[in-house]
């Protein structure tokens, strides 16, 4: 324990600390899940801990709270209808447990809200990993022709037989 000298009519409460990302696509996957009372004591949540695993943000960490067990309807309503979403997501129709839902990864839709010190992150569209865009593939640069001299086809070059090493991965695949 700890003596502390605090009054709080001294400070304005904080909308918690978090880094806001730009609105926008992510690729993401829940590292972390645990059952927590809300701070008003009206029921429970589902705290969940997610990480960005490609782009400029990768790395970078996220937090959601599904307020499943509230005492309000309407707010249970919409956190079942948020955790169906990452259901559909991760393609686990049913849950037996909420670590099921933990290292698979999707796509998060982030979006923001409010201006200046009241702006928030939302959680707007989960998608399965596979619906991403992909980028248009790259048409080869033609060359000039030139007149070149017939050369004798060349043989292909013989691989070594053994394990083949894997590259490593590059900037832009995923951390995990």
Request: proline fraction near 11%; glycine fraction near 10%.
């Amino acid at each position: 324990m700890a003596a502390i000298d605090w009054n709080h009519d001294d400070y304005q409460e904080s909308r918690g600390g978090g880094q806001l990302y730009p609105a926008g696509d992510y690729l993401v996957k829940i590292v972390k899940e645990e059952k927590r009372e809300t701070k008003t004591k009206n029921g429970d949540l589902l705290a969940l801990e997610l990480s960005i695993g490609d782009g400029e943000h990768r790395g970078g960490v996220l937090f959601w709270s599904l307020n499943l067990w509230h005492n309000s309807t309407r707010t249970r309503d919409i956190a079942r209808g948020e955790l169906k979403g990452i259901c559909n997501a991760i393609n686990k129709p049913t849950l037996r447990d909420t670590s099921e839902l933990c290292e698979i990864p999707f796509i998060l839709t982030l979006g923001l809200k409010g201006t200046g010190d009241d702006m928030r992150q939302t959680f707007q569209r989960c998608q399965p990993r596979n619906n991403r865009p992909q980028p248009p593939p790259q048409q080869p640069v033609q060359q000039p022709s030139q007149q070149y001299t017939q050369q004798p086809p060349q043989q292909p070059v013989q691989q070594p037989a053994g394990p083949q090493s894997q590259p490593e991965p590059g900037p832009g695949a995923p951390v995990w």
